[in-house]
């Protein structure tokens, strides 16, 4: 059941979510929850529900068992895993954005423009969508997303097609949108090192929520190990993420009173982001 919340700061809050398809068992007693200002981690082995619990909290898979409430008048912007073109449409960057969202602002040109301007792709409003790289899809993808001003953004494998150079830079842009618009992120990723470094809370799925809380307690729990095993564990030791700064609605960095440490096995250090 889908209802409604009435807590400020709560966007999606979901409780004892069970699914079951064919017979098979594939949610179990879920329950996760994702407010305003935190980007949130789904993380798990392949086959072990991230999508399908994404499915449940965007209201377009209806749960066996279970309830999901949604902030009144909630705003979502979806950023999917794949995106599938017809290689013969001479599809520009300008008209995807255009079309891609319904109607509304996205038909003005100078909010396709800002939006382009605000994930680093300014100049790419005239380009073929099949002439992008890898990164510069997934700029125009959560370009697409933010048309909507949304207040939850919902990312599938956001890093998807990036190459390692670019995968760093996406998760650091993912942070400054949230930083600037204030606004709930939900991410599924498997890749663990980065990942760990960009969220706020983690939620480890094997169809049953295994462990979850801030990254430095999720890569302690005997849960994580024993999916991901003791190597990777210990790899991702991150005991503390703090933010220096944020960022203004220019996206100018505005100083915090915080520290970034990182603590690995051979020591620690402390920088800014």
């Known amino acids: 059941m889908i209802g409604q919340m009435t807590e400020n700061n709560m966007l999606l809050d979901a409780d004892g979510v069970a699914v079951e398809i064919g017979g098979q068992s594939i949610l179990s007693q879920v329950s996760a929850h ?17 999508t399908t619990l994404v499915r449940v909290l965007l209201g ?9 409430a949604a902030k009144s008048g909630l705003r979502i912007g979806y950023v999917p895993q794949r ?8 599809l520009s960057v300008g008209r995807f954005l255009k079309f891609g969202v319904g109607r509304g602002p996205n038909r003005q040109r100078g909010k396709r423009t800002a939006v382009l301007t605000e994930v680093g792709a300014q100049g790419l409003i005239d380009a073929r969508m099949h002439d992008l790289s890898g990164g510069e899809l997934q700029r125009v993808m959560l370009a697409r997303a933010l048309l909507r001003d949304p207040d939850l953004l919902v990312l599938d494998e956001p890093v998807q097609g990036v190459d390692i150079n670019g995968q760093a830079e996406i998760y650091n842009l993912i942070t400054r949108i949230r930083d600037s618009r204030g606004c709930g992120i939900l991410m599924v990723s498997h890749d663990l090192h980065l990942v760990m470094a960009a969220t706020d809370r983690v939620i480890c ?4 929520v295994c462990c979850a809380g801030k990254p430095e307690a ?27 700064h944020t960022h203004d609605s220019g996206g100018a960095p505005v100083p915090l009173d915080h520290s970034h440490t990182y603590q690995g096995d051979t020591g620690a250090h402390t920088h800014g982001d």
């Open 60 to 68: 377009v898979l209806k749960p066996n068992a279970g309830r999901v």
């Open 83 to 90: 995106l599938s073109i017809e290689t013969s449409l001479p």
């Open 34 to 50: 994702v407010e305003s200002g935190e980007i949130v981690t789904l993380i798990g082995p392949n086959g072990s529900g991230k």
């Open 218 to 244: 999720v890569t302690r729990d005997p849960a994580f190990e024993n999916i991901f095993g003791a190597e990777v564990a210990a790899q991702l030791a991150i005991y503390h993420h703090h933010h220096d």
């Open 205 to 208: 799925l094997n169809h049953h």
